[in-house]
Structures are given as structure tokens and as C-alpha cells.
């Protein structure tokens, strides 16, 4: 590798510099997508999007295509979506329930475990026998569940989903492991090609409420509320960010962003009185998880006259080029939560993100013209200024939770740790 | 009318005066009037654009997703005019500068539908649109609008876009169908 052979230089975190060059070299893009994309955790599905056996939809993990199915026994296996014997794709819609698979290229056909279990006409075609039991679907050998969240790894060796996500999933707890019965999916996700490198929108996520100031100013002159500097900032070693916004000093803020009510009881059984502390007062959660899951739940007010009412959206960041991403964006609610209340929540997600949000639009605005911008020969000599913070904040001390957490909802060192926790896995051989 | 015996196409005169408000609706878009365009919809209008996904040939139906589920649109009139609004902030940056637009309809049906008042309208879009020097989308689907006469003029009281694409290519929808 080229660039790579000084990676080290090009990205320095503790000083708060960022090499352009990472954010457009195809080089670099191919070690992503091997070094990261194919021994990371990624994300695949929502348990509520499968819930019974048979079902399953098509998914993106990494650079590959695959279908994550739950299979007759209940159990939940991913699949690389493609034919093992030449390659053409076994499932071809979005989702939906078979208990075989079909490759439309030969006819060999797979149960809904992935195990070759049919090819047409087979005593003619290999009358010499197939050992089956060698062909079925490529399976990522790990597949795990963190309050259904599902998670699969294509690398063996991996270590758990627990050890993975670490001390995130204490934050991770107070959005998805807060009621009884969960989150569910709301419709199918908003898909989008965006031109822009992946970790742009996913540092973003995990660590830079600072732009909400500008490039969401228009809520601002639309009568809502500055964006708060109030808050904290914490990741982990694993890479992973949350940012936990509180409103300014003497706004007003209604305790658990708003949410219904009759689901308190539930939080305080299922979160701990740290937990609790740490939720009650905050007005937005964003985050990420390393690589490129993302998540914002934020409690918004469509006029100033009306009551907070939170959104909550999941997304992931598809790989698709050193300069193109397929953005997922799903819309989660309280499943608990009374429909007059999902369906606004619903709605509140797709005024403000999504493809159409008026939020979210000026998001892919700027992060495909970072990209672009920054492409040519001179441009990419340069790096990106990560350095808010560097110096001159302490982390919290005695604070509640796992990670290293700042007192402030403005700071850049999440990006940092992002960054990081980028150069440790894309040098490591 | 094939598939739906309640539908009857309107006169003539009737359908070219409706092809008159829908091609004057379309100006009003591509020339950034947005706020004469809000007016074209009732106060009870409501604007919506289903996602698309891969679905197999034998269960088509569920290719959009229900008016329950996602979409890319799910507006009233008072939304719509926020969306509106949010443009003259100066802080709109995905339309700073404007998209420029060209909204190009055509297969353009009207029925009157049973005993509703409203009528049914049909067309079909292609929206171009492209934005500061090189970036360059293309929209296609088509439209299926509830029309209302109030005392002198078609208003929009209810109107489904249905994109041609599952996957959308473009950074964002920052412009309107």
C-alpha cells in the first residue's frame, strides 16, 4: 500500500490531524474494506424486522452483499447473497419469508439454514456425487444480538459482541434496552446514494454536535431553539461515541425527552439509578457504533407553542466507493408506546431526516462537498482540523458510565477516538 | 375504463383545463414560487411519497410501503409551508444555491370517480434537477392527485408520488413533486 506505508503520519489523532487523503484515496478504501469492514461487528438488522421464522431481508455488510434470515429453528444466520456455485444472488427482493432459497442461475436450492439441500436434475449433472454438506451458503461465522440490535462479523476470530461494543452498551441501554418490550421498526428503511466517504457522516454522528449550530441554523430562524452546547461527550477504546446534549442553562425540558409517561416505570425498572440520572435531563442522544452504525434520538418541537415530542432514527452508512455511500435510515419507536404517539414520532422523523428531512438534507449537502472539495492534488496534501478540545479539556472525573467523557456537548475528541480506532484496525496486517 | 368500472374520464374541455393547472403548477415550481405553489393545496391536503423497495412479482402489493409505515414525504399543508418557510432562512444550504428544476409531466388522466366530487388525476413526471456546477439528478415516477374545484380554481387535496426507484439517487430531496 502506497499512502499506507505512513498511515501513521497521515493520521494523527492526539494532535487533532486528519489526513485528507483518507477521505478519497481508492487505495485506502480497499484496506477499509477488508481490514475494517471484514472483521468489525456490523450491523445487519432489527429483530422486529424478522420476527418469525422464514423471514429475512437483504442487507449490505461491507463491501458484500447478504441476507440475514431467521431460519425454521428461530435461529438467526447471515448469508454472503450469493450462489456457491457460481455466484449468482439467492434472494433478490428486500425481504420477506421462504423456507428455501432458489438460485435462479442453476436451480441449487438452500433451506432457510443456509444448507444446500437441492440441484436439479443431480444424478445427471454430478454423477459422481457433491459432498452438499460443504456447499451450503457462506455463513458469517458470528452472528450476535444486543437488545435486538443484530450483529454479525465475518471473521472468525473476532472477538464477542459484548467485547466489541464494550462500554457503549451502556448508552446503547438507554435507547434500546429502556421498556419491556423494545423498539420496533417503523416501515421499511429510506435508502440513498449519497457522494461522500463513509466516515464523514459517521464521525459526524458519533461526535460533532457543533454543527448544528450553522449548518442547522435555519431551526433557529424558524423559532426553535439554539443548538445547546450543554451536554457531554463520551467514547470508548472500541471507537465508539455518544453524544448526550442537555438543554442550555434555564431552558425548559420535559424529563425523559418527552416520552409517554405510562413507559417511566418501565426505565427504572430496566435501567440503573446511574442510568436514569443520565437520561432524565437530556434533549438529544447521537452516536455511533464503529464502524458505521449511527443512531439520533432527539427531542424536537415542530412550533415553539408544542409540546417536545422525540424521534428516533437508526442509520447505517454503506460503503459504496471512497466517495459514494448507500445511506440506510430507519425510523424506530417505543413499541409500548401509544399509537397517536408512534405515529407522531413517525412523522416528526420524516419532516426533519431522512432524504427529505429538513434537517437532514443540508447534512449530505455539506458531507458531499467535503468530498468533492477535497479531491484534487493539493487539497489532499492537507489535513482536517480535529482539534477541538485537544489541551485544554479534562475528562470528567467520577463520571457515572463507562468511556472517557468531557463536560461539554462541543469537542471533537469522539471524532478523535473515531480516527483512532481507524488507524489501529486499517494498520493492522 | 380498464380495471375500474366506477372511473369515467372526464370531457375534454374539462381535462385540458386540468393539464392548464397542473403545467402552471409546474412553473410555479421551476420558478421557485414556492409560495404561490403552497396555495394550490386545500388546507386539508395531504402530500405523500411512499418508500419503494424490491418486492417479487407475486406479492407487488407490497412494493410501497402503507400510509402507516416510511416515507420520503408525509405532509399537511402546514408542513409543506414550513419546508417552504425553511428556504428563505438563508440557511438552507441544500438549496444554497437553488436547485434549478424542470418538472416535465405528461400521461396526464382525469376521472371523475363514483359520486366523489373530487377527481382523479394521473400523470406522470420527470423531474430534472441540477445543482451548482456538475451534480445532476433525474426523478421519474408518477402522481395520482385528488383535485377539488373551490369557486374558481383546481386546489390539491390529496397527492401520492410514486418514484421509480427503490434505492434513490440523489444526496437529498430538498425539491418538491
Keep these: 500500500m502506497g499512502a499506507g506505508a505512513n498511515l501513521s503520519e497521515l493520521v494523527r489523532p492526539e494532535e487533532g490531524q486528519v489526513s485528507r487523503l483518507i477521505f478519497t484515496d481508492p487505495e485506502i478504501y480497499q484496506w477499509e474494506l477488508e481490514r475494517i469492514f471484514t472483521r468489525c461487528w456490523l450491523y445487519v438488522a432489527h429483530e422486529s424486522e424478522i420476527p418469525h421464522p422464514g423471514d429475512y431481508v437483504t442487507r449490505i455488510m461491507g463491501g458484500d452483499p447478504a441476507v440475514v434470515v431467521r431460519g425454521k429453528d428461530g435461529k438467526i444466520r447471515v448469508f454472503l447473497n450469493a450462489c ?8 433478490r427482493d428486500d425481504m420477506g419469508n421462504a423456507e428455501q432459497f432458489r438460485c435462479p442461475y442453476h436451480g441449487w436450492t438452500y433451506d432457510n439454514t443456509g444448507e444446500l439441500i437441492g440441484i436439479p436434475a443431480y444424478k445427471l449433472a454430478y454423477p459422481q456425487g457433491l459432498d452438499l454438506s460443504r456447499l451450503g451458503l457462506h455463513a458469517a461465522p458470528k452472528v450476535d444480538t444486543y437488545h ?3 450483529f454479525a462479523n465475518w471473521d472468525a476470530q473476532a ?36 457522494e461522500t466517504n463513509w466516515k464523514l457522516p459517521a464521525a459526524n454522528f458519533a461526535g460533532d454536535a457543533y454543527h448544528g449550530l450553522v449548518t442547522h441554523g435555519y431551526r433557529v430562524e424558524l423559532g426553535g431553539p439554539p443548538s445547546s452546547a450543554h451536554g457531554h461527550q463520551v467514547h470508548t477504546e472500541k471507537g465508539h461515541g455518544v453524544g448526550l446534549t442537555l438543554p442550555a442553562p434555564g431552558a425548559p425540558n420535559e424529563p425523559y425527552f418527552s416520552l409517554p409517561k405510562e413507559l417511566w416505570p418501565q426505565f427504572e425498572r430496566h435501567l440503573t439509578k446511574e442510568q436514569l440520572e443520565v437520561m432524565r435531563p437530556l434533549r438529544n442522544i447521537h452516536g455511533t457504533v464503529f464502524p458505521n452504525l449511527s443512531f439520533l434520538h432527539p427531542a424536537t418541537k415542530r412550533a415553539p407553542e408544542d409540546p417536545y415530542l422525540v424521534f428516533f432514527t437508526l442509520r447505517q452508512w ?13 425510523c424506530l419507536v417505543e413499541k409500548d408506546a401509544p399509537e397517536s404517539w408512534k405515529e407522531a414520532s413517525r412523522i416528526a422523523y420524516i419532516q426533519n431526516f431522512g432524504m427529505a428531512g429538513t434537517t437532514e438534507q443540508d447534512d449530505t449537502e455539506t458531507w458531499a462537498d467535503v468530498v468533492q472539495t477535497n479531491s484534487g492534488p493539493v487539497a489532499r496534501r ?14 470528567v472525573k467520577g463520571w457515572p458510565g463507562p468511556g472517557v467523557a468531557y463536560a461539554t456537548a462541543w469537542i471533537e475528541a469522539n471524532e478523535r477516538a473515531f480516527y483512532r480506532r481507524w488507524l489501529e484496525l486499517v494498520t493492522r496486517a | 375504463m380498464p380495471g375500474n368500472s366506477d372511473l369515467r374520464p372526464v ?82 444550504w441544500a438549496e444554497e444555491p437553488p ?8 400521461n396526464v388522466e382525469a376521472y371523475k370517480n363514483g359520486s366523489n366530487s373530487e377527481i382523479l388525476v394521473y400523470s406522470n ?42 434505492v434513490l439517487f440523489a444526496d437529498n430531496l430538498s425539491i418538491f413533486f
Excluded: N
Excluded at chain 2, 142 to 161: F, N
Design chain 1, 382 to 395: 492537507l489535513t482536517f482540523h480535529y482539534g477541538m478540545g485537544l489541551g485544554s479539556a479534562e475528562p
Design chain 2, 99 to 106: 436547485s434549478r428544476t424542470r418538472h416535465i409531466l405528461t
Design chain 1, 159 to 194: 472477538e464477542s459482541l459484548s467485547d466489541y461494543l464494550g462500554g457503549i452498551k451502556w448508552y446503547l441501554d438507554l435507547l434500546f434496552g429502556r421498556t419491556d418490550s423494545g423498539v420496533e421498526v417503523v416501515g421499511p428503511p429510506q435508502r440513498w446514494e449519497v
Design chain 1, 148 to 150: 435486538s440490535l443484530v
Design chain 1, 84 to 91: 456457491r456455485h457460481r455466484g449468482a444472488r439467492v434472494c
Design chain 2, 11 to 92: 370531457a375534454d374541455a374539462v381535462l385540458r383545463d386540468i393539464e392548464r393547472f397542473l403545467f402552471w403548477e409546474a412553473r410555479l415550481l421551476d420558478g421557485r414560487r414556492f409560495h404561490e405553489w403552497v396555495d394550490l393545496f386545500t388546507e386539508d391536503v395531504h402530500y405523500w411519497m411512499p418508500v419503494r423497495g424490491d418486492s417479487p412479482a407475486k406479492t407487488l402489493e407490497a412494493e410501497f410501503a402503507k400510509e402507516s409505515e416510511l416515507a420520503f414525504f408525509d405532509e399537511t399543508k402546514e408542513t409543506l409551508l414550513r419546508r417552504v418557510l425553511k428556504l428563505e432562512t438563508g440557511m438552507a
Design chain 1, 318 to 330: 454503506q460503503p459504496k466507493g471512497p466517495d459514494k455511500i448507500e445511506i440506510w435510515s430507519w
Design chain 2, 125 to 166: 413526471f420527470l423531474v430534472y434537477r441540477t445543482r451548482l456546477e456538475t451534480k445532476e439528478d433525474l426523478f421519474i415516477g408518477r402522481r395520482e392527485d385528488s383535485l377539488r374545484k373551490d369557486s374558481k380554481s383546481w386546489k390539491i387535496a390529496q397527492r401520492k408520488v410514486f418514484i421509480d426507484q427503490s
